[in-house]
Nanobody, 124 residues
Framework: QVQLVESGGGLVQAGGSLTLSCATR????????IGWFRQTPGKEREFVAG????????NYADSVKGRFTISRDNAKNLVSLQMNKLKPEDTAVYYC?????????????????WGQGTQVTVSS
């Protein structure tokens, strides 16, 4: 069984930074890409950032480009999302997900497994 466990969310002031982590557990067969999504009440889950199996392919939503950085360490089964210069509009529940499809993938329907989510709140 595949499990994704997010951590690192919290409350931060605008302009501050947070690092989210996603620990992957269980039996993964073959390579997979990891994506971060976020969701606010009443809105659809939106893509934030994705990273390929090797870690060399990375893509970001325009709204976070230049502020967020995704990285992965397969030896530690860990994916991180460094979030800098946070804005109130970044407030959301952030989800880690994985897909067996080729990188890049930005649609939530193309992801197979999801974590439980971690809340990020940015105060103005």
């Amino acid at each position: 069984q595949v499990q994704l466990v997010e951590s690192g969310g919290g409350l931060v002031q605008a302009g501050g930074s947070l690092t989210l982590s996603c620990a992957t557990r269980g039996r993964f067969s073959g390579s997979y890409l990891i994506g971060w999504f976020r969701q606010t009440p009443g809105k659809e889950r939106e893509f934030v950032a994705g990273v390929s199996w090797t870690g060399t392919g990375k893509n970001y939503a325009d709204s976070v480009k230049g502020r967020f950085t995704i990285s992965r360490d397969n030896a530690k089964n860990l994916v991180s999302l460094q979030m800098n210069k946070l804005k109130p509009e970044d407030t959301a529940v952030y989800y880690c997900s994985c897909s067996k499809k080729f990188w890049p993938q930005v649609r939530s329907d193309d992801y197979d497994y999801w974590g439980q989510g971690t809340q990020v709140t940015v105060s103005s």
